[in-house]
Nanobody, 124 residues
């Protein structure tokens, strides 16, 4: 059974950092692509970053390039999202997802399996 569990969210001041974790079970994260998405109140869910397989390419939304880094620990079957230089506009619920396919996409409609989300609030 595919399961994704996010953790690591919280309240942080502008300019601060957080690292989100996505613990996967039921599949191997080094075999299938994983994406990170976020949804702010009243806004559509948007792609933030994804980790592609089998080439291990990474992709980022323009709004987070240079600030966020996606990484993977195969031994822990976990994907991370390191978020630096956080801004108030990064405030959202963050989700990880997989479609059990090779490659990855920043289009949320292409994903079938989702975690429950973790809240990130950037505020002074």
């Amino acid at each position: 059974q595919v399961q994704l569990v996010e953790s690591g969210g919280g309240l942080v001041q502008p300019g601060g950092s957080l690292r989100l974790s996505c613990q996967a079970s039921g599949f191997l994260v080094d075999y299938y692509g994983i994406g990170w998405f976020r949804q702010a109140p009243g806004k559509e869910r948007e792609g933030v970053s994804c980790f592609s397989t089998p080439d291990d390419s990474t992709y980022y939304a323009d709004s987070v390039k240079g600030r966020f880094t996606i990484s993977r620990d195969n031994n822990k079957n976990t994907v991370y999202l390191q978020m630096n230089s956080l801004k108030p506009e990064d405030t959202a619920v963050y989700y990880c997802a997989t479609d059990l396919n090779l490659g990855c996409s920043l289009k949320y409609s292409e994903y079938d399996y989702w975690g429950q989300g973790t809240q990130v609030t950037v505020s002074s």
